[in-house]
């Protein structure tokens, strides 16, 4: 898949004579700086600040609550996928035992699982012996939670999907692996051929853009971990173990940050866009993380 046709997508977008502007916070980061090569190849413009310029055709990438910051000041939609995507997928896809449930349902979980936040991250996720060790102060006890059988991915890889294909991949993390960027190469071409399988799957809904990781589950097989927005998700360019893999190409990576963080959205991608709340003092609309009941 080409960069130059998804340039070509994104520019239908906008008037050809303006490049997007792709807007990073000040903090530097390998990621940050990955993307703003990209950008400057594609002859985009890039500001960081914290203040949210005076841009048209802008998109942005970071932290969750910069974007949410910038997304609202700049009227972009940001697209995610809804809390419940992930354990409504056929079990076929999962390999595992997913169920969404409540904070406050968590005390009544008496067995060693996997928990983790449906969505912003209120609480470290990971292997609780019950329910009752996850935190719980200062969160909303309404706070939607993943809960999942306890299995062991051999292979972790980050697919960015623009359109149901995946555009660009890298592995990012592994048990005991040989080095050699042939080995590496065979596993992530394991990999993609699974996961295009499973985008080739209509009863599988999507946003345009968005990551999708998977993983390798001993006597399973392949699986999918989750989905993440990708302008809020790591590129993890360069091999795992290996210096001569290549990993994710950044500047397909952009593009399909591009498109999950943008001010013109698709009559498909509206159900995907992420949701905004009131503050409780009702003077203006956030998309501030509504599960934090204390100062954060």
Known sequence: ?????????????IPMSTSPTLILAPKLSQDSLLLARAAASLGWSVIRTMQPPEVD????????????????ALGLSLLETPDDWLPNLPH?????????????????????????????????AGIYATGAFVPYR????????LISDVVTFEAEVRCY????TVVTAS???????????????????EALTWTQ???????????????????????????VIEANQAYASGVYAGGYNSRESKGADPEKV???????????????????????????DGTAFSRRNPHLTGPT
């Open 1 to 13: 898949m080409s960069v130059s046709r998804y340039t070509s997508l994104w520019c239908t977008l």
């Open 57 to 72: 055709h802008a998109t942005v990438y970071g932290e969750i609550a910069f974007c949410d910051v910038m997304a609202e």
């Open 92 to 124: 076929s896809c999962l390999g595992r035992r997913i169920q969404l449930i409540k904070h406050h349902e968590l005390r009544s979980i008496r067995s060693r699982l996997f928990f983790k936040p449906a969505n912003d991250k209120v609480f470290h």
């Open 138 to 145: 200062q969160i909303d006890p309404n706070a939607p939670v």
């Open 161 to 164: 999907i623009l359109d149901r």
């Open 171 to 189: 592995i990012y993390k592994g048990l005991d692996w040989e080095t050699t960027a042939e080995f590496e190469d065979k596993i992530l071409q």
């Open 197 to 223: 399988q499973f985008l080739a799957n209509p009863n599988v809904p999507l946003p345009s853009a968005i990551v999708v990781d998977v993983g390798f589950i001993p006597d399973w097989g392949w699986a």
């Open 254 to 280: 952009l593009l399909t940050v591009a498109r999950s963080a943008s001010s013109q959205v698709s009559e498909e991608d509206r159900r995907w866009i992420r949701p905004t709340r009131p503050p409780q």
